[in-house]
């Protein structure tokens, strides 16, 4: 019960906006135009490594949702190439959680504010392992992002 109620209340805190909400993505990135479902898009394109300061600040606001931080394993994503607004970020952690069931592969999806290009702070929408991974990887998947994509 106690799942149930913290994904649900994790779901309807979100900071995370409609997927037509996110800002438009620089040219030649992968961001489809309003509408147009059909356009195919490459995951890759628009897209760039995070830097060690953009990963400290992702890790600092993950921090709280695990048992341990400091043994924490991170498996980082590319973000989107943007120079100023929020964008969603979706990526892996193998951690020690508050709740033993979620324990071990936890996927996680996240606000991360960018201010002159760069990663500047990070809001966590939903951080989940177990058998409730696939809740972090459908949310994620609305935003074109793959948690899989992490290496």
Do not use: H
Not at 133 to 151: F, G, H, Q, W
């Amino acid at each position: 019960m106690l799942t149930a109620t913290l994904l649900v209340a994790a779901c309807t805190a979100s900071p995370l906006g409609s997927p037509s909400a996110t800002p438009a993505a620089p040219a030649g990135s992968s961001q489809n135009a309003p509408g147009d479902e059909s356009a195919p898009s490459d995951k890759n394109v628009g897209q760039r490594e995070l830097t060690p300061a953009e990963k400290k600040i992702i890790v600092s606001a993950l921090a709280p949702s695990l048992k341990d931080p400091g043994s924490a394993k991170f498996r980082w994503a590319k973000i989107r190439n943007a120079t100023e607004g929020a964008v969603n970020y979706c990526g892996i952690v193998n951690a020690k959680s508050p709740y033993p069931a979620y324990s071990g592969q936890q996927a996680y999806i996240l606000e991360a504010t960018i201010s002159g290009g760069k990663v500047s702070a990070a809001v966590v929408g939903l951080i989940a392992g177990g058998k409730d991974i696939e809740i972090v990887r459908s949310m994620c998947k609305k935003y074109d992002l793959d948690p899989n994509d992490a290496t």
